[in-house]
Each structure stands twice: as structure tokens, then as C-alpha cells.
């Protein structure tokens, strides 16, 4: 009886026009997405990606020559991988920044009676700003993706093909000749659910075919084992985010006796928890959670180094024990100069790590705000997964700070085996003037696995199971609790 009452709210689907408006509009969209996709932003990303990772491997190898001066100015910048699934969603991976800067930042002439010293500063992390905003995490609704086409697109349209399942039967009359012949309710909340979820599925499924089929024909584009398991579990996400809507519409339906009054309720909530809360909540959860301007920061910071320089220029103890340049240079001289950097470069990280932390604490509480809104719940879930947006981000930062640790030790392991050397770290003077093999240095690698991926997606793909269980049990009751007349 399930099949036969679904087969027949398909077979009304499928010659109505909202049906075939859905085909078009999919389909028209998801290809729009593909092209754009494959045509102009993801070579575009991958070229610059290509030539920033050439010219980094380059800069190593010159400042490999000697083991100093790869100490001192680090092992250059590290970049993010443009993800080959980012036509999935977006998120802002166009608008963070693509890699952490991890040079010297330019020295400084230091003259005196007897005295002469040219230095570079020691490196650290610098995380720098590619587009400038406020703060460049926060959530953004606008690129055309699966994220627009599924999230915003297909809520409306399980809607419009929901909200008279009910209502509009009810209206006419024919509600109550269906329940006079000794079906359960709950088979027929079932079978209209089976049948709206089969039709909109049907042009879902042939927009992600056609989609898939121009990304996977570009040369530039091959997913591997892993992506494409993302990719099956994103498919997977989507059909349960369609069916919450689907749940939505039945439950609203169920309530009235005429299917324009459902309409106008559905399209109320839609507008809500779909467009006004993802695009309104953002910005103003940002202001519960301040985050200091970089001007601030860099006051703050630069008052730290002028302290540092101060304490350090005074009794001019920079210059007692003569320059690190000397030949052969003193030690107590390599080591006052080591502090003086260490400490300079020491306090641009925890300036410029504080700050970073606490714009993530910023995106990580707006975010929470605005998973009311199962729209954004499912963009993020499919930002997690695709790669893309704040959750990628915030992985590729940890990730640089871990190899920061992992650079150092490296440094001062190399220096440690050369007898020569004074071992005195962070001066180019004080550590080993060898060469280094190239082939020896740690190179900085991102790793996205399917584990790590799933993980950032775990927290919305169990709300999203959540919603529509609780979707699903407030119809139910609903429908249960109605008059059929």
C-alpha cells in the first residue's frame, strides 16, 4: 500500500510544472557551477599554486648552502592546496589566506666606535592577509555551489512540493476518501514523504551526474580514492538535508485545511532559518565576541619589541663583548645577540598566534549561532568535507605551527653534529656554516585524510540526523493529532 499511494503522488510530480521547472533549474545550475569551476577559478588556483610552491623550493635550496642561514631565515613560505573539490562548496577558501609566511622578516645596520653588525631578524609565523576584512572566516552565503544549488535552492523547492501533499488533499476532499479505506496514517505520511523524496532526488541526481561529469573531463581535476569517498559521503548529506524540508512541509501541511495558508507559513520559516539567519546571525554574533584590529596588535606588539630593544640597549649590553661578526667572534657575544633575537622573534609569535586564536574563537562562536539555521549546518558540513572554508583552515594553521617545532629541531640537530660550530641558536653566526642537503630538510606537506575530514563534519552531520528525526517524529504527531476532513 506504501509503494502504491508513493507511486501515485510520483507519477502527480512528475506532470506538474514545478517538477519540470526543478529539472531546468538544477541542471542549469550544477552546470554553471562545473564550467565555472573547470574554465576559470580552479586552474586559476592551481597555476598559482604550482608557481608559489616552484619559487618556495627554490628559496630553500639557495638558503640550504649554509646551515646558518637557513636557521636564521627559515624554511620560507607554506602554502595551501586549492581543494579539486572545492565546486562542492566554496566556503572562503577564496578569501583566506593561502599560505603562513615563514621568513625573516629585513634586519637592520647596527655602527659603533670598534663595532659593526648587519643582521637579519629571526623568522617566525606570520599569518598574512590576502583579502582584507574584518576577519576573513566569517561565514559567507553567496558563491554558486552544491552549497547554493542544494541548501538554498532545493529547501525551496521540497517545499513547493510539499506544502498542498497534505493540505491540498485535505481541501479537496480527497484526504478523506484516501483514510476511509483502511490505511494508516503513518502509511500515508510515509508514502507521500517516499514519494516528494524520489522526485526531487531524480533531478538532484541527474545535476550531480552532469556536474560530475565536466569536472571529472578537465585534465586539470583527478580525485583520488579518498575524494571520492568525501564526495559519496557529501551525496549522502545532501538527500538528508533534502528530506528535512521534506519532513518541514509535511509537518505544516498536516496543520491546515488549506494548502495557500501552508504555503505562506513554509515560506515564512524558509526565509528564517534559510536566508535571514545564516546571512544576518553571523555579523551579529561577531559582535558578542571581539576580536582586537591588527592595528591594536601591532601597537601592542610593537611596544613589546621596543621594551625588548630597551632592556637590551641599555648599558649598551649589545656591544660589550663586540660583534658577532668578529673573527673568531667571542661567545658571550653570540649569545647576547641570540637572546636579543630569540626574544624579538618569540614575541612576534605569541602576538601573532594570540591574535589568530582568537579570531578562530570568533568564527568557532558564530558558527554556533548560526547552526539554528540547518542551511548553514549543512554548508559547514560540506565545507568540512570538500576541504575548503574555516574548518580546513584552522587544520593548515596547526598543522604550520607543528612543523614550525618540527623545523627547529631539525636546525638544531644538523648544528649539533657539526663540531665546529658554537651552537648557539638563533644567530647565522653561532650555528654551523655547512651546507645542508636539501633532500634532508623537512618539507611542509598538508595532509587532509577521509578521518580527518569526517571528523570536522561529525558535529552537523549529527545534527542534521537530529533535525530530522525530530522533523520526522513532529510530523508524525502532527498528522496523528489532524482531522482528516
Wanted: proline share 3%.
Amino acid at each position: 500500500m506504501i509503494w502504491h499511494i508513493a507511486k501515485r503522488e510520483i507519477l502527480d510530480n512528475l506532470t506538474r510544472f514545478r517538477f519540470a521547472l526543478t529539472v531546468v533549474l538544477v541542471m542549469a545550475l550544477m552546470v554553471m557551477n562545473a564550467v565555472l569551476f573547470v574554465s576559470s577559478q580552479y586552474p586559476r588556483r592551481i597555476a598559482e599554486y604550482s608557481q608559489d610552491i616552484n619559487a618556495a623550493t627554490e628559496s630553500m635550496k639557495e638558503r640550504s648552502a649554509s646551515l646558518g642561514e637557513l636557521g636564521v631565515k627559515g624554511p620560507g613560505d607554506l602554502y595551501k592546496k586549492p581543494s579539486p573539490l572545492a565546486f562542492i562548496a566554496t566556503g572562503a577558501d577564496a578569501k583566506l589566506p593561502k599560505r603562513v609566511t615563514a621568513n625573516a622578516s629585513s634586519g637592520s645596520n647596527w655602527t659603533a666606535s670598534n663595532f659593526h653588525y648587519s643582521h637579519s631578524n629571526n623568522w617566525w609565523l606570520e599569518y598574512t592577509q590576502d583579502v582584507f576584512q574584518k576577519n576573513d572566516a566569517l561565514p559567507n552565503f553567496t558563491e554558486l555551489d552544491w552549497t547554493f544549488i542544494i541548501g538554498l535552492v532545493m529547501s525551496f523547492m521540497a517545499i513547493l512540493f510539499t506544502y498542498d501533499a497534505i493540505s491540498g488533499e485535505r481541501e479537496v476532499g480527497t484526504l478523506s476518501l484516501l483514510m476511509s479505506n483502511s490505511v494508516s496514517r503513518a502509511t500515508v505520511l510515509l508514502a507521500k514523504f517516499i514519494g516528494a523524496f524520489l522526485t526531487l532526488m531524480l533531478p538532484v541526481l541527474i545535476g550531480i551526474l552532469l556536474n560530475l561529469m565536466i569536472v571529472n573531463a578537465s585534465k586539470l581535476v583527478s580525485l583520488d580514492g579518498s575524494e571520492w569517498l568525501r564526495f559519496g559521503i557529501i551525496v549522502v548529506i545532501s538527500a538528508l538535508y533534502i528530506s528535512i524540508f521534506l519532513w518541514l512541509g509535511l509537518c505544516i501541511s498536516s496543520q491546515f485545511s488549506n494548502s495557500s495558508s501552508s504555503l505562506l507559513v513554509l515560506l515564512l520559516i524558509w526565509v528564517v532559518f534559510v536566508v535571514l539567519i545564516p546571512n544576518t546571525m553571523g555579523a551579529l554574533a561577531s559582535g558578542f565576541q571581539q576580536v582586537p584590529s591588527r592595528s591594536e596588535v601591532f601597537r601592542l606588539k610593537q611596544a613589546k619589541l621596543d621594551e625588548i630593544h630597551e632592556r637590551y640597549w641599555k648599558d649598551r649590553k649589545l656591544f660589550q663583548f663586540g660583534s658577532p661578526s668578529d673573527n673568531p667572534p667571542n661567545i658571550e657575544a653570540l649569545r647576547t645577540w641570540a637572546g636579543y633575537l630569540t626574544e624579538r622573534a618569540d614575541a612576534k609569535s605569541r602576538f601573532d598566534d594570540a591574535h589568530l586564536d582568537k579570531q578562530f574563537a570568533q568564527v568557532g562562536f558564530t558558527q554556533q549561532i548560526t547552526r539554528l539555521s540547518p542551511a548553514a549546518i549543512y554548508k559547514y558540513a560540506l565545507e568540512s568535507l570538500a576541504g575548503t572554508g574555516f574548518a580546513r583552515h584552522e587544520r593548515f594553521v596547526q598543522q604550520a605551527r607543528r612543523y614550525r617545532k618540527q623545523f627547529v629541531d631539525f636546525i638544531q640537530s644538523e648544528d649539533r653534529a657539526d663540531n665546529e660550530s658554537y651552537h648557539v641558536y638563533l644567530v647565522k653566526e653561532g650555528l654551523s656554516q655547512k651546507p645542508v642537503a636539501f633532500s634532508s630538510i623537512p618539507k611542509f606537506s598538508e595532509k587532509l585524510t577521509v578521518g580527518s575530514a569526517f571528523k570536522g563534519a561529525l558535529l552537523d552531520l549529527m545534527l542534521l540526523v537530529l533535525l530530522a528525526l525530530l522533523l520526522f517524529m513532529a510530523t508524525v504527531l502532527a498528522f496523528m493529532r489532524s482531522d482528516v476532513k
